[in-house]
Nanobody, 118 residues
Framework: VQLQASGGGLVQAGGALRLSCAAS????????MAWYRQAPGKQRELVAS???????NYGDSVKGRFTISRDNAKSTVYLQMNGLKPEDTAVYYC?????????????WGQGTQVTVSS
């Protein structure tokens, strides 16, 4: 599966953005999807994830502010980000985890930059 992330940009603190990640290929509906982010000089961290059944999980720093959702008909996963803070500034990546004939596999999108100004 190939992933194309979009929706990043520059926003003031307190603002909102919605990221989208469109997947190509027929296996989106059987993939657990996730958003990660990586700030300069820091390790990549989990932002949010959503299983094929719709169960969600969030990183502690974004709980209550971010919402992950998926639309299987559109093969797209979304990340609604509200109450943005300067520390949310990072490159955001989407990922798809699924079971292939060779075992578990994870694909990554190209990343989209989110910059939050104070």
């Amino acid at each position: 599966v190939q992933l194309q992330a979009s929706g990043g940009g520059l926003v003031q603190a307190g603002g909102a953005l919605r990221l989208s990640c469109a997947a190509s290929g027929p296996i989106f509906s059987v993939s657990d999807m996730a958003w990660y982010r990586q700030a300069p000089g820091k390790q990549r961290e989990l932002v949010a994830s959503i299983t094929t059944a719709g169960s969600t999980n969030y990183g502690d720093s974004v709980k209550g502010r971010f919402t992950i959702s998926r639309d299987n008909a559109k093969s797209t996963v979304y990340l609604q980000m509200n109450g943005l803070k300067p520390e949310d500034t990072a490159v955001y990546y989407c990922s798809a985890r699924y079971m292939s004939s060779l075992g578990p596999k994870i694909n990554w999108g190209q990343g989209t930059q989110v910059t939050v100004s104070s």
